[in-house]
C-alpha cells in the first residue's frame, strides 16, 4: 500500500487548507503482498484500512481515479480563484515511491496520463485566450529541495546560490521568500512546457528500495 497527500490553500467561503489523499496501484513487486487498503468501502472522504482503521480528508482517491478527476475536484476549483486575483498553492507529498510524481507531472504528451503541473500551464493560458481582457501573466520558477538546499533548475550553474528566507509581508505576516531564484516569463503553453522541460534535465536522482529515481 502506499499514498499520498496533497493540500490546496485558496481563499474560499470557509477559508481553509484542504487536504486529499490518493492511492496509487500496487506495482509488480507487490502485486502479491496483502492489501492494506479495504476497497469494499470506498468513501469519497474517508480512506478506509484493512483491521477497521480509517482516515478523514476531505477526498480520498482510490487507484481508479483519472489525472483529469483530480485535476477537475481539487486543482480547477484553486485556478479559478488565482483567475480571479488571489494567492494559491498546491502542495504534494509523501513518503518516495508513493506516486508524487505521477500526480504532479504524468507523462506531459499523453492527454489522459498528463499530471497537475502540464494541466495547470494549459488552463491558464486557454483562459487568457477566451478572455483578452483578463490581465493574468505566467512566470515559471524551477527549484528542487534536494538534501534541505534549494537548487535553482532554470538557472543551475549560477554564482548565487539560490536560498529561502522567511520576512514580512504588507501586512506584517510571516512569507516565504526564495532569493538568487531565475523566474521566466512564459509566452504560451508549449513555451511553458519547453521551459520546465529544460529544468527537469537539471533534478538530481538516486535510486532508492522504493523507487529507481527518487528525486529526493
Excluded at 507487490?30 to 480509517?54: A, F, I, R, T, W
Excluded at 488571489?86 to 502542495?91: I, R
Excluded at 499523453?110 to 495547470?120: A, E, M, Q, T
Amino acid at each position: 500500500f502506499s499514498a499520498h497527500l496533497f493540500r490546496t490553500m485558496s481563499p474560499d467561503a470557509q477559508n481553509r487548507i484542504y487536504v486529499y489523499v490518493r492511492v496509487r496501484p500496487r506495482n509488480a513487486r507487490e502485486k502479491n503482498s496483502d492489501l492494506v487498503v479495504d476497497y469494499d468501502m470506498q468513501d469519497p472522504k474517508v480512506l478506509h484500512l484493512k483491521g477497521g482503521k480509517k482516515y478523514g480528508f476531505d477526498g480520498a482517491f482510490y487507484d481508479s481515479v483519472t489525472q483529469k478527476q483530480v485535476f477537475s475536484n481539487c486543482i480547477l476549483p484553486i485556478l479559478k480563484n488565482v483567475a480571479d486575483g488571489y494567492q494559491s498553492a498546491m502542495l504534494c507529498y509523501g513518503q518516495t515511491g508513493s506516486g508524487k510524481t505521477h500526480t504532479m507531472r504524468g507523462k506531459d504528451h499523453d492527454k489522459d496520463l498528463k499530471g497537475v503541473i502540464p494541466r495547470v500551464a494549459d488552463w491558464l493560458f486557454d483562459r487568457k485566450k477566451e478572455d483578452p481582457s483578463l490581465h493574468m501573466e505566467v512566470d515559471l520558477s524551477y527549484i528542487q529541495l534536494y538534501l534541505g538546499k534549494p537548487r535553482d533548475l532554470l538557472n543551475p550553474k549560477s554564482d548565487k546560490a539560490p536560498d529561502f528566507v522567511i520576512d514580512k509581508d504588507k501586512k506584517g505576516e510571516d512569507e516565504l521568500k526564495f532569493v538568487n531564484v531565475e523566474k521566466v516569463r512564459c509566452k504560451s503553453y508549449m513555451d511553458f512546457m519547453h521551459k520546465s522541460d529544460g529544468a527537469e534535465k537539471y533534478k538530481v536522482v538516486r535510486a532508492t528500495a522504493m523507487n529507481p529515481e527518487s528525486s529526493r
